[in-house]
Structure formats: C-alpha cells, structure tokens
T-cell receptor, first 111, second 112 residues
Framework: AQTVTQSQPEMSVQEAETVTLSCTYDTSESDYYLFWYKQPPSRQMILVIRQEAYKQQNATENRFSVNFQKAAKSFSLKISDSQLGDAAMYFCAYEGGKLIFGQGTELSVKP | KAGVTQTPRYLIKTRGQQVTLSCSPISGHRSVSWYQQTPGQGLQFLFEYFSETQRNKGNFPGRFSGRQFSNSRSEMNVSTLELGDSALYLC???????????FGSGTRLTVV
C-alpha cells in the first residue's frame, strides 16, 4: 500500500527567508502524481504545486518549487521569499486512484 | 469559473441521526471524491464517483455512502451517526480523476 510521510509536524520561517518542507512516500508504481496542498485556517485546501513522476524536471510555481528524487521517493517543497500569507498547514499527497495525504506540516511565518 | 461548492458549511447532529452532505463540482468535472479530516486520523479517503459510478472506496463502514447524479453533483450520506463521525468533510472534483483535484471549503459536522 502507498504511504506518505511528513516528518516535520511544525516549521517556522522568518519573513522573506526560505524554508523547505520534507515529504517521503512509498509506492511500487512507476507513474504517478505528487502534490503539495496548503490549508489555511479557512480550511480551503489549495493546490500549491504538482509533479508528474515521469518528468525529471522539478516543478516550479513562482516562489514554490519542489525537489523530486524519484529513486529516493522524496518530494520536498521549497518556499522562497516567505510571506505572512504562506502560514498554513501544508500537506504532501500521492495520487494512486485516490489522494493519500501525509500528516501535514504546520508552517508559521514570523514578521 | 465557479469552484467546488459544498453545502452546508456547518452541521450539528445528534447521535443516531443521519446526515446528507452535498457537493457541486466544477463545471465539466466528472470525478468527485470525498475525504474525512480529523485531528487524530488526518485526511482519509472515503470514496470517489466518476460518471455516476463509484470507482473507488476507502476503508469506512457501510454507514458511509454516496452517490453521484447525472449533472456530476454528489451527495454523501452518513447514517446512525456516532460521536467519532465529527469531522471536516471535504469534497474534491477533477476532470477525470487524475492529475489534479480542486477542493471545496468543506462541511464541518459535529455530532453531539
């Protein structure tokens, strides 16, 4: 069965600095999608970034980028130039017929 | 383009009652998935519907059921509510059930 693990329950970053959130997963599939979702206090789950496993190039969306290491089954999220609005719970998710989520990392941003 | 709409936003029910939650997907999306979010168990997959057919089901008791209509709107029903069913229920829609999901704001269910 596929699993997703986020080993950092909480992270903190200074405004304008860079932070990296970690995620590892386990699967025997070769083709799949990985996602990072953001859930602010409003509860709305917002898609931050998506990575297709067959693409070697790491996905980037403005200040958000991933480091996708397929062999190591690692999928970390880097947030550059952190902003106060980035404060939220971040979930890593694997898609295998359904979304399998990690436990989440709560990110706080200090002004 | 309208997003995923879930109704109601909040619900309080008594143990033993049943409840129906509604989800309207993004126009053109044929896949609707349901997730339960609790502090203890995190986000867990309930089921997915695609073109009115249940395509995938999570590990939940039979008290949890759902359906999808021809306009892709989906409903989720929980019968004989238990205190442990208190949770945020999230609906997600997708064009084809792969490659990306858009979530609604959720329904917060409290069972007392």
């Amino acid at each position: 069965a596929q699993t997703v693990t986020q080993s950092q329950p909480e992270m903190s970053v200074q405004e304008a600095e860079t932070v990296t959130l970690s995620c590892t997963y386990d699967t025997s599939e070769s083709d799949y999608y990985l996602f990072w979702y953001k859930q602010p206090p409003s509860r709305q789950m917002i898609l931050v970034i998506r990575q297709e496993a067959y693409k070697q190039q790491n996905a980037t969306e403005n200040r958000f980028s991933v480091n996708f290491q397929k062999a190591a089954k690692s999928f970390s999220l880097k947030i550059s130039d952190s902003q106060l609005g980035d404060a939220a719970m971040y979930f890593c998710a694997y898609e295998g017929g359904k979304l399998i989520f990690g436990q989440g990392t709560e990110l706080s941003v200090k002004p | 383009k309208a997003g995923v709409t879930q109704t109601p936003r909040y619900l309080i029910k008594t143990r033993g009652q049943q409840v129906t939650l509604s989800c309207s997907p993004i126009s053109g999306h044929r896949s609707v998935s349901w997730y339960q979010q609790t502090p203890g168990q995190g986000l867990q997959f309930l089921f997915e519907y695609f073109s009115e057919t249940q395509r995938n089901k999570g590990n939940f008791p039979g008290r949890f059921s759902g359906r999808q209509f021809s306009n892709s709107r989906s409903e989720m029903n929980v019968s004989t509510l238990e205190l442990g069913d208190s949770a945020l229920y999230l609906c997600a829609s997708s064009l084809a059930g792969v490659g990306g999901y858009t979530f609604g704001s959720g329904t917060r269910l409290t069972v007392v």
